[in-house]
Nanobody, 121 residues
């Protein structure tokens, strides 16, 4: 069974930094894209950043220049380095693995359980 487990969330002051990590475990053959989404209270879940297995990245306009996504394909791990954090970055951050193929050949999308990031002003 495939699982995604996030870590690295917490409380930080505005202008500070955090690094989120997400490890995908289980009978994984390959993962097409991995990414981070976030959901603030009363808001819809939104894309933060994604990265393909080849290293192509995509960022929300609100985080460009402040956040960096990178991954270690050998470890099925994706990271999100968040710098110059703002109070509006406060949300639950969810890890996503899209186009994950397991050893049975099934291809699905998986989500982590979420990690809270709180930025104080």
């Amino acid at each position: 069974q495939v699982q995604l487990v996030e870590s690295g969330g917490g409380l930080v002051q505005a202008g500070g930094s955090l690094r989120l990590s997400c490890v995908a475990s289980g009978r994984i053959f390959s993962i097409n894209a991995m990414g981070w989404y976030r959901q603030a209270p009363g808001e819809q879940r939104e894309l933060v950043a994604t990265i393909t297995s080849g290293g192509s990245t995509n960022y929300a306009d609100s985080v460009k220049g402040r956040f960096t996504i990178f991954r270690d394909n050998a470890k099925n791990t994706v990271y999100l380095q968040m710098n110059s954090l703002k109070p509006e970055d406060t949300a639950v951050y969810y890890c996503n693995a899209d186009g994950l193929r397991d050893w049975s050949g099934s291809v699905n999308t998986y989500w982590g359980q979420g990690t809270q990031v709180t930025v104080s002003s």
